[in-house]
């Protein structure tokens, strides 16, 4: 009885483990929460996404959420130190490019300790033109509750939390592209 128990708990902990770690979407419209993925839908599906500010590191300015009222928005939390993100950058970047002349933009927060050149180049590495970030403190993050890394917050015209995706993993931009696709 206690091994099927322990066996049913470890079952449980590495289901939620990996889950959190290569992601899923959960998302949903008018505020329903769509679930994808053992995480669960996000506190923010439906809310108004909060706002910030962060001077980009790579050229772009001073970039604030509300600023960007009007454009669908995808924010994503990263890190240097993130496997995933190498790998999700890249894909970032051509939806960047596909769809930035619709309305559509893309806002990357390092969630590094410490602000440091490897933010910058981390972003010109994995080609990304789209503003990066770092969130001092990790303020930001408090307010969006990333639960992985990276962390992609799909965001509607009006400053609404649309999607989530926590984690990411090979082929997620075609799911991130639809709903995209659907807010503008």
């Known amino acids: 009885m206690k091994t099927s128990l322990f066996r049913f ?3 449980a902990v590495l289901s939620s483990a990996l889950g959190a770690c290569g992601g899923g979407g959960t998302g949903g419209e008018g505020g329903e929460a769509k679930t994808g993925g053992a995480e669960g839908a996000h506190s923010l599906v439906g809310a108004p996404g909060p706002d910030f500010a962060v001077e980009s590191v790579n050229g772009q300015g001073k970039i604030s959420f ?9 924010v994503d939390f990263w890190a240097t130190w993130c496997e995933p993100c190498k790998k999700s950058f890249p894909k970032l970047q051509g939806l960047h490019t ?24 981390f972003g010109t590495t ?22 992985s890394m990276p962390s992609s917050f799909v ?30």
């Open 9 to 11: 708990v470890l079952v």
């Open 66 to 74: 509300k600023g960007l009222e009007g454009k669908v928005v995808l």
């Open 126 to 147: 994995y080609g990304a033109k789209f503003a990066i970030g770092w969130d001092d403190g990790k303020n930001i993050a408090k307010k969006w509750e990333p639960k």
């Open 98 to 121: 596909k769809y930035k002349s619709n309305g559509f933009e893309i806002v990357a927060v390092s969630e590094d300790d410490e602000k440091s050149k490897d933010i910058q180049d």
């Open 155 to 184: 965001v509607d015209r009006k400053g609404v939390v649309r999607f989530v995706h926590l984690g990411y993993h090979d082929g997620e931009e075609d799911e991130l592209e639809k709903e995209i696709k659907s807010l503008l």
